[in-house]
């Protein structure tokens, strides 16, 4: 059964404390119950809204289809900036896809692409059934989010939230350290199976993880990377990903009350999965959304070009289907920042050759310039791939497809649109 712990609080280095923070005293920590491999059995309400999420996610997934090679990269980079609003940072996707691509930005950036990178590699490594999830696996994880902390679970106390620096004015107090392997193995055991409706299991396991907080930092960024990983283990998505985060970044009151209900005594167990069932049919309604708007871009964008070679009367306009500058326009959605050496080695071609098609779809306007502070050509980009991106996380925290006259509590600011209709994004 679940319970509490009482704890004593005595800093042994106390300098860089507060008064209140260096003061002694007991605290409580949370120790969950263990998981086991079974999904438990629910009210009538939350069990409908498993079920009605679960046909939502296979209808998007459905929908979408072969699509959602090339829309994952981008989605995930949506997720993982709502993961960095939850988490009290900022970035826009643009900064997001430079720093990734050219290694390097600010902090923030670093941090959010660090999340980005753990994601695919969750979804690509413990997504497998076949093979069982792991501490290890999990461990890994947790430490491309987070490089710079050793690897492994955590040795010490930590807490969540708070005035100060302390566990005892903490608003959440996980389980002691010497808890923390039994319960992230038995965890591990339950992300592993695959019986029973992949929502609540993917809400459970995140739940259960959060509850845990078995690392000194990343725990949030990791715990929203393990939902795409049950829900491709159950077979939920097979084509895409859905970036539940941007739902939960949208209410972050809203989703801290549903991880309290799940640790209450008793555990209000159907008041989360009921929220989290929620989220996930609004962000699969903005992934839909988000493939059916990249594909009228890439139309767009195709149609621009021609009409840009006939106007300056460079033959064919419509270039031949293997040409370097078409297979450019094809990946714009899951590469929408390019250099020069990344077109040449992506598409196996001179670097003359990617310099003529990278200007030149430039010229079309069909790329943007960007440069560092002193004037130097860095990169070019899918300025309107990239405001889509931004379209779609603003949509999941108003709750609702169009954002124009809503304005989100949190995140950036949306899109500027131009007279003309289309998307010029704020960076």
Same mark, same amino acid.
């Given at each position: ?47 409908? =809204? ?7 996610? /296979? ?58 990178? /753990? ?12 093979? +069982? ?61 695959? /019986? ?52 939960? =970044?949208?209410?972050?009151? +809203? ?5 309290? =209900?799940?640790? +209450? ?67 714009? /959605? ?19 050759? =990617? ?73």
């Amino acid at each position: 059964m679940p319970h509490y712990v009482d704890l004593l609080w005595n800093p042994e280095d106390a300098a860089h404390l507060g008064r209140k923070d260096r003061a002694p005293g007991h605290y409580r920590a949370y120790v969950p119950d263990a998981l086991g491999t079974q999904v438990p059995e629910l009210g009538r309400e939350a069990q409908q =809204a498993a079920e009605d999420a679960l046909a939502v996610l /296979a209808r998007a997934d459905e929908r979408i289809g072969a699509r959602g090679g090339y829309l994952n990269h981008l989605l995930i980079r949506s997720e993982s900036i709502s993961s960095s609003w939850i988490e009290g940072n900022s970035v826009t996707p643009k900064k997001l896809a430079i720093a990734e691509l050219l290694q390097q930005g600010t902090r923030v950036a670093v941090d959010v692409v660090a999340n980005v990178r /753990a994601t695919e590699e969750a979804i690509a490594e413990l997504a497998d059934r076949d093979r +069982a999830v792991t501490v290890a696996d999990i461990e890994r994880v947790q430490h491309i989010i987070e490089p710079a902390l050793e690897v492994g679970l955590r040795t010490e106390q930590n807490w969540v939230g708070g005035p100060g620096w302390s566990p005892l004015r903490a608003d959440f107090v996980p389980p002691p350290e010497t808890e923390v392997p039994r319960l992230v193995d038995d965890l591990c055991r339950f992300v592993s199976a695959t /019986a029973g409706n992949p929502i609540v299991r993917a809400a459970i396991a995140h739940a259960q993880f959060e509850t845990i907080h078995p690392f000194i930092d990343g725990n949030g960024r990791t715990g929203r990377a393990l939902i795409h990983t049950v829900l491709r283990r159950t077979d939920a998505l097979r084509n895409t990903l859905i970036p539940i985060s941007t739902v939960f =970044a949208g209410n972050k009151d +809203a989703y801290l009350e549903g991880l309290t =209900a799940f640790r +209450a005594e008793p555990s209000r167990l159907d008041d989360w999965i009921i929220g989290f069932a929620h989220a996930a049919e609004l962000a699969a309604a903005n992934t839909v959304r988000l493939s059916v708007d990249i594909g009228a871009l890439d139309q767009t964008v195709r149609e621009e070009l021609s009409h840009y070679r006939k106007q300056h009367e460079i033959s064919p306009a419509i270039p031949r289907s293997d040409a370097v500058i078409l297979r450019i326009l094809d990946t714009l /959605a899951s590469e929408p920042v390019l250099t020069i050496d990344t077109v040449a080695a992506r598409h196996r071609v001179s670097t003359a050759a =990617a310099y003529r098609a990278l200007v030149q779809l430039a010229d079309a306007g069909i790329l943007g310039r960007d440069k560092d502070q002193k004037g130097r050509l860095i990169c070019w980009s899918a300025d309107r791939h990239l405001a889509l991106v931004s379209l779609t996380e603003r949509s999941s925290r108003v709750g609702a497809g169009d954002t124009g006259r809503g304005k989100p509590r949190l995140g950036p600011p949306a899109p500027a649109i131009d007279q003309m209709g289309a998307l010029r994004p704020r960076d």
